[in-house]
């Protein structure tokens, strides 16, 4: 365990004490939004600011934190869910403690420039929380970043599912979630999971080339432009510009992610027919009650209900070809217009 965590010290570009081992993405997240805020109890800085298109394990942590006494204020995103600086600025003041903002929109993909956002909030006085589970990881640094928590999973880079990992910088206050045995420098208690936590070292020792993932997303993507379908993120792939501001190797769009949508093509009937065409994809949405609830992505973006319910979602792994990208999109074009056909019939 102790060479495992040296090879996700060394990933993350930390220090091998600043590696605490959870049991997941989320865990790492709760862990990182509600440790600091229960060792702060009762100081000066009691406003914590959460992305408003954060993962439901950042977002569900709010009325914990107000049940403690402090004030949640949501960020909002642009267009594309990206989150800005000046915005951010805005928000920012001396009764700020905490800021938690993902590095990468894990519906749409957009990544947001992370180092800048955590230079406003440190610039502050305030902590600084990424969650990085979708670009660890991604050819960048802690260090570069200048986050002092940051979140990760080891599924989302070919490890096994079950372990997750945050980065604490040395120095920043924060309670255990978990009590007990004191394992993990008493910040998360409980018998570690050995061979999870050996498999999360090893995928790191085994990480691909995401450029064949990023070419066919692309081709797949062009595809369906060509047949109506409406992109989330303008642009996919970096520039260069964009990889020197700090971005790491993915540029301003994940590599295996397509989101957009059909306008006039309900999410919901293309993916029963998607299903059926053997294609793999999901909403944004949760069916809840036998309603089809709209993203909260999609709503903090600025679209209406209408749009987030025609929102679809598409992710492209390793192994994925150019032919898979082309037939995948003539399935989902095929499933786009017998939706239509039907609704002419």
């Known amino acids: 365990m102790d060479l495992a965590r040296e090879a996700v010290s060394s990933a993350f570009g930390c220090l091998f004490g600043e590696v605490v081992f959870t049991s997941s993405g989320t865990e790492s997240a709760n862990l990182a939004v509600l ?32 049940s403690w006494d402090y004030e949640v204020v949501l960020v ?46 440190k610039g ?22 200048g986050a002092d928590l940051v979140s990760v999973s080891a599924h989302k880079f070919g490890g096994p599912t079950g372990v ?28 570690e999971p050995v061979a999870a936590i050996v498999g ?26 060509q047949a109506g379908f409406v992109p989330t993120v303008s642009g996919v792939g970096p520039t260069r510009d964009e990889t020197d501001k700090g971005l790491g190797s993915f540029g301003t769009v994940l590599p295996g992610h397509a989101h957009g949508r059909f306008p006039g093509v309900s999410a919901e ?24 609830e709209p993203s909260h992505v999609a709503l903090a973006m600025g679209w209406t209900l209408e749009e987030a319910r025609e929102a679809l979602r598409f992710t492209f792994g390793h192994g994925a070809t150019l032919a898979l990208a082309e037939e995948a999109a003539r399935r989902v074009i095929l499933a786009r217009d017998e939706i239509l056909a039907a609704g002419r019939a």
């Open 200 to 225: 999360m070292a090893a995928a790191l020792a085994a990480r691909r080339d995401v450029e064949p993932v990023r070419n066919a997303r692309d081709l797949f993507v062009s595809k369906l432009v």
């Open 76 to 121: 909002p995103v642009d267009s594309e869910s990206r989150y800005r600086h000046g915005l951010l600025e805005e928000l920012v003041d001396e009764s700020t403690f905490l800021v938690s903002l993902m590095h990468a929109n894990n519906e749409t993909g957009a990544v947001s420039d992370i180092a800048r956002l955590a230079s406003v909030a």
């Open 269 to 292: 009937s293309m993916l029963i027919r998607l299903d059926r065409l053997g294609v793999s994809a999901s909403s944004g949405s949760a069916c809840s009650s036998g309603s089809l």
């Open 164 to 191: 997750g990992a945050l980065n604490v910088r040395g120095g920043t206050p924060i309670e255990p979630m978990a009590r007990g045995g004191g394992q993990e420098r008493d910040l998360r208690a409980g018998t």
């Open 124 to 145: 502050r006085g305030a902590l600084f929380h990424t969650d990085a589970v979708q670009t660890f990881p991604g050819g960048w640094r802690v260090g570069e970043a």
């Open 35 to 66: 440790g600091p805020a229960l060792a702060a109890r009762g100081g000066r800085r009691r406003r914590i600011l959460l992305g408003a298109a954060e993962h439901h394990c950042v977002l569900h942590c709010r009325p914990v934190l107000e």
